[in-house]
């Protein structure tokens, strides 16, 4: 699933990897949400955020988030954030807390 500003998707190992890119708009995250709502299906699955690319974000986006993923916070057992700055971390930080869902900050190899 793509769009001009992020794409979602399951990489080799089935985690969910989503990929942002520049100033992430409501209507950005409430549809990247939203597919990630049907790759995860009945299964559990990591979600995997590619950050290097975001530049910032609107109001609202990590409510729409949490709104969106609410309901299958139990079906993900961790985000991992690749290559983020610290707004990002923070953002994305507040979106998994409140969800109860661990956070872990990489960066990408390769």
């Not at 690749?82 to 930080?93: K, L, P, S, Y």
């Amino acid at each position: 699933m793509k769009n001009m500003n992020w794409s979602a998707g399951l990489d080799t190992e089935g985690n969910i990897k989503i990929r942002l890119l520049g100033v992430v708009e409501v209507e950005d995250a409430r549809a990247a949400a939203l597919a990630t709502i049907e790759l995860l299906g009945d299964a559990t699955r990591e979600i995997h955020i590619e950050a290097a690319a975001i530049e910032g974000y609107r109001a609202g986006v990590h409510v729409t988030w949490q709104a969106k993923l609410w309901d299958y916070r139990r079906q993900i057992p961790t985000i991992r954030l690749f290559d983020a700055n610290t707004e990002v971390r923070i953002n994305i930080g507040a979106v998994a807390m409140s969800l109860g869902i661990p956070l872990h900050a990489c960066r990408a190899t390769g």
